[in-house]
């Protein structure tokens, strides 16, 4: 059973909203950073926005501006609203989570979901 499931990808046109979310099933208070990565074809995955526990944020540069991350301790969740979306950012989002739990660091990963934008 994975702890990270993503949902909300899919086919988007030039200029569309998109909002992806995270369904965690970790302990939430737990967790110390969660994020949104995502990797193109041929390319490294790379970091979109992340949000710590304390709910400072951080964005990619070519993210500012046109996403926020958010997450909602009541229901588990983490979003990413990405507004503008561009080609160039299609590629496969995952959600990430890092755990600080017993003095040790645990790193857990959705399996993926896929965002396309094209017309």
């Known amino acids: 059973q994975r702890q990270l499931v993503e949902s909300g990808g899919g086919l988007v046109q030039p200029g569309e909203s998109l909002r992806l979310s995270c369904a965690i099933s970790i302990s939430f208070y737990s967790i110390n950073t969660m994020g949104w990565y995502r990797q193109a074809p041929g390319k490294e995955r790379e970091l979109v926005a992340s949000?710590?526990?304390?709910?400072?944020?951080n964005y990619a540069d070519s993210m500012k501006g046109r996403a926020t991350i958010s997450r909602d301790n009541a229901k588990n969740t983490m979003s990413l609203q990405i507004h503008s979306l561009k080609p160039e950012d299609t590629a496969v989002y995952y959600c990430h989570a890092e755990q600080l739990y017993a003095g040790y660091q645990y790193d857990y990963w959705g399996q993926g979901t896929q965002v396309t934008v094209a017309s």
């Open positions: 949000i710590m526990s304390g709910g400072n944020t």
